[in-house]
């Protein structure tokens, strides 16, 4: 299999489901992978699926856990089933319950935080020293069930004052046809993609994937 040249920053393909999804996020050069453990997802997967799917991207790219408010026994089933990498936690985990997810597996952690406005990037501040990378998610809208995988956006422009010391993944909203804009506005140090890149809800789609990629790699 032949992989794409780097790129100039972190692309991370969430909720995959297939070995052709997961083939076209490597062949593109994904720098991370994640798999989705939210039971009200489309892009749910057992920890044992994700497992047999991880094994095939050893060494290509990080695989991350995503999970959401997720209680010890989940966890340590998911941890033992997949050996992901990072722990990406995308509920509302208070920055006590981050730090002991952390000590307790020795992974790396990305905490996902819903924004709208500046000021919600004032809630950085509590996890900083206990994340080892954020997630800058849009608000789900109104209704809505899940986290994240909404397909909504935000102002990207409130970023630029973060400076170099926050490093995080942007996602909410991304696509093929936005990425370059989102690059040329914030210049984030990792981009992640999602319900931007499927066909139907939880379905990835190889040619998005593609455009995706060739898009962010236009705008850099």
């Known amino acids: 299999m032949r992989v794409a040249s780097p790129m100039k920053r972190d692309i991370k393909i969430c909720g995959l489901k297939t070995a052709e999804a997961l083939d076209a996020a490597l062949v593109n050069g994904a720098t991370h992978i994640g798999f989705?453990?939210?039971?009200?997802?489309?892009r749910y997967v057992a920890p044992e699926?994700?497992?047999?799917?991880?094994?095939?991207?050893l060494r290509k790219a990080k695989a991350v856990a995503v999970v959401v408010d997720a209680e010890d026994?989940?966890?340590?089933?998911?941890?033992?089933?997949?050996?992901?990498?990072?722990?990406?936690?995308?509920?509302?985990e208070t920055p006590e319950r981050a730090a002991a997810i952390k000590a307790r597996y020795g992974l790396p952690v990305i905490k996902a935080l819903s924004i709208s406005t500046a000021e919600d990037l004032a809630k950085v501040e509590a996890y900083r020293g206990i994340a080892d990378r954020f997630l800058f998610d849009a608000k789900p809208p109104a209704g809505s069930q899940l986290p994240g995988g909404n397909?909504?956006?935000?102002?990207w422009t409130i970023l630029t004052g973060l400076g170099s010391t926050v490093d995080y993944f942007l996602a909410g909203g991304l696509n093929p046809n936005n990425v370059a804009e989102a690059v040329r506005l914030a210049n984030p140090p990792g981009l992640d993609v999602s319900s931007g890149v499927e066909s139907a809800p939880g379905e990835k789609?190889?040619?998005?994937?593609?455009?995706?990629?060739?898009a962010a790699r236009g705008a850099d």
């Open 73 to 92: 026994t989940q966890l340590d089933q998911i941890v033992a089933a997949m050996k992901p990498d990072m722990l990406q936690l995308h509920g509302k």
């Open 205 to 214: 789609d190889a040619g998005l994937i593609g455009a995706f990629f060739a």
């Open 151 to 155: 397909g909504v956006s935000f102002d």
């Open 49 to 57: 699926h994700a497992g047999a799917l991880r094994i095939a991207a």
């Open 36 to 42: 989705n453990f939210f039971p009200k997802s489309p």
